[in-house]
């Protein structure tokens, strides 16, 4: 037994004309194309965009995990190098400030502790940074703690730094 809504449906499409029953038909294709770029493709698009860009964040990640392992396997082969006494830093210490190019002339440097060497005073901020890098790269010194404030005279800093070898502790 049909409804009244498909009865008043079915009058309505047999008082249509051929032409106007081929339009509406057509109309209604496109409105469910539609309907289905909006409710499916789009959503689907937007998943991909999102998979995507995770995927490229996985990949960096996986990147750098590939190259700390190399770094980690290549400290493994290493052999353990004895921590140096603050004594045995100090010209360590001053070689690599020398190939840093970072003058010392308004700087000290003085023993911390049983293996810490303090770097304090005024210095170039540019020259402080290429030594810092090099006595890492180069030495196998670490920067334990410092502290650097801006001075008067433009590029240049007052700092204090503290050196130790390998694992040691100032």
């Not at 289905?36 to 995507?52: G, H, I, N, S």
């Not at 700390?68 to 082969?77: H, I, N, P, Q, T």
Request: glycine share 6%; with cysteine.
């Amino acid at each position: 037994m049909p409804t009244s809504f498909s009865r008043n449906v079915t009058l309505f499409w047999r008082q249509r004309s051929r032409r106007e029953r081929v339009l509406l038909a057509l109309m209604t294709l496109l409105l469910a194309a539609v309907a289905a770029m909006q409710l499916v493709w789009q959503p689907l698009l937007a998943t991909e965009r999102r998979l995507e860009q995770s995927v490229q964040v996985r990949q960096a990640q996986l990147l750098w995990l590939q190259s700390l392992a190399r770094e980690a396997s290549g400290l493994r082969e290493r052999s353990p190098q004895p921590v140096l006494a603050a004594a045995e830093l100090l010209p360590l210490l001053r070689q690599g400030a020398a190939d840093a190019g970072l003058a010392l002339d308004q700087a000290t440097l003085v023993a911390e502790g049983e293996h810490g060497v303090a770097l304090q005073g005024k210095v170039a901020f540019d020259d402080w940074l290429r030594c810092a890098a090099i006595l890492s790269e180069r030495y196998h010194l670490r920067l334990t703690t410092f502290h650097v404030e801006a001075d008067a005279v433009p590029g240049r800093v007052t700092l204090r730094a503290v050196f130790v070898h390998g694992g040691a502790a100032a």
